[in-house]
């Protein structure tokens, strides 16, 4: 009976990883304008429009969190942002949180094995991608080591850089 069990839950979850793997293999983004995303996946094409100038997207190696980035159409007298950051849910097709920086955002990196990125800025900051939360890079958080990053094959369309690529 055990073994019954033990077998049948590593099969579900070998289905589920797969059915994931197979949803985020299959989505593709693209700049839609100066200031949307058209993102097509296995449930069909959504636009992702935003108020910013994009500058530039990334998305995780699971291929479950896009954040994207650039300056505000809309400038707010009252409390001025240089940039912008949109941290989306692509499983979900929902926005997790939008926040302005008093600096430019340059890039975004995921770090590996947890559930944040670093956003590359003056200063840094990291943010969670479940919730949103942003924090000033802690302590000892070098962002110039290149193995506190993700590094998977990913889509080229998985990222876009107005300055670097994809112009």
């Known amino acids: ?3 019954t069990i033990s077998t049948l839950f590593l099969i579900l979850l070998f289905l589920c990883i797969s059915l994931m793997n197979s949803y985020a293999s299959n989505i593709i983004i693209e ?3 100066e200031n ?3 993102i097509e996946s296995v449930n069909g094409v959504f636009y992702l429009k935003t108020d910013i100038q994009l500058t ?4 995780n190696c699971s291929g479950d969190k896009l954040i994207l980035w650039g300056h505000s159409k809309i400038l707010n007298e009252s409390n001025p942002q240089d940039s912008l950051i949109i941290l989306f849910d692509l499983a979900k097709q929902i926005k997790i949180k939008e926040q302005g920086f ?9 770090i590996k094995k947890n559930n944040t990125a670093y956003i590359d800025s003056d200063p840094g900051f990291i943010i969670n991608v479940i919730t ?6 802690p302590q000892g958080f070098d962002p110039s080591e290149d193995d506190n990053f993700e590094h998977c094959e990913k889509d080229k369309s998985w990222t ?3 300055y670097r690529n994809n112009q």
């Open 1 to 3: 009976m055990k073994k």
């Open 36 to 38: 949307n995303v058209k």
């Open 160 to 162: 876009y850089d107005k």
């Open 56 to 59: 530039g997207y990334s998305v």
């Open 132 to 137: 949103g939360n942003t924090f000033i890079i």
């Open 102 to 110: 008093s600096k430019g955002v340059f890039d975004v990196n995921f």
């Open 31 to 33: 700049k839609s304008g």
